[in-house]
């Protein structure tokens, strides 16, 4: 079985660009969020999809943010524009359904993150 | 969220069993331990949760003590690959993930 995957791995541009991430999440798993590390900084929680819909996007920083999850399936995260304080690695996770046989499941599985720089 | 403290570093050797205890003092009734491992230039992988007493899967074993304040996650013989960060979650929300610091563990040979 596939993991989760991100595209592209490595990203390089100059404030004020734009940049849009890609997160193919593992079959099946209708359940999609975004993380990020910034600089010396935690992991931090961006926003939960469940299927097409947004339930939590209550960790996105700013309006230059923009998730989307057209049908369900894989999802993109655009920066528009960067900022110098949007470089980081931008993690994409999915998740079965977090009762599992009557019991809790805090099991996400991560994609190898988007190392996004910002210059 | 209940705050988590958890040592910032550990060394071990191989073969040995590594030990890290993580403070959770604030924990609540509805909350879970929950226990992520991340190596480097990679996303986190999830090892093991528990509510109460003892969990253990392939992986790893989890320790939890009657009133909670605590757990510490346990390792068996480690080896050079089991070098990562470990982190410690606790929380009721399985659709946020709330991580810290994390335990550097470094794996000697």
């Known amino acids: 079985e596939a993991g989760v995957t991100q595209f592209p791995s490595h990203s390089v541009i100059e404030k004020g660009q734009t940049v849009t991430l890609r997160c193919d999440p593992i079959?099946?798993?209708?359940?999609l969020y975004w993380y990020r590390r910034v600089m010396g900084k935690e992991i931090k929680f961006l926003l939960h999809?469940?299927?097409?819909?947004?339930?939590?996007e209550s960790g996105m920083p700013n309006n230059r943010f923009l998730a989307e999850r057209t049908g369900g399936t894989y999802s993109t995260l655009k920066v528009q524009p960067a900022e110098l304080e949007d470089s980081g690695v931008y993690f994409c996770?999915?998740?079965?359904?977090?009762?599992?046989?009557?019991?809790?499941?805090?099991?996400?599985?991560f994609g190898p993150g988007t190392r996004l720089t910002v210059t | 969220l209940a705050k988590t403290t958890q040592p910032i570093s550990m060394d071990s050797y191989e073969g040995q069993e590594v030990n890290i205890t993580c403070s959770h003092n604030n924990i609540a009734t509805n909350d879970y331990i929950t226990w992520y491992q991340q190596f480097p230039s990679q996303g986190p992988r999830f090892i093991i949760q528990?509510?109460?007493t003892k969990v253990t899967n392939e992986v790893a074993s989890l320790f939890i003590p009657a009133d909670r304040k605590s757990s510490t996650l346990s390792l068996p013989r480690v080896s050079l690959s089991d070098t990562a960060v470990y982190y410690c979650l606790v929380g009721d929300d399985d659709y946020k993930l709330s991580f810290g610091a994390g335990t550097t563990v470094t794996v000697r040979a």
């Open positions: 528990g509510y109460k």
């Open positions: 996770a999915s998740s079965q359904e977090p009762w599992t046989s009557g019991k809790r499941n805090y099991e996400q599985y």
């Open positions: 999809f469940v299927k097409e819909s947004k339930q939590d």
């Open positions: 079959s099946g798993h209708d359940n």
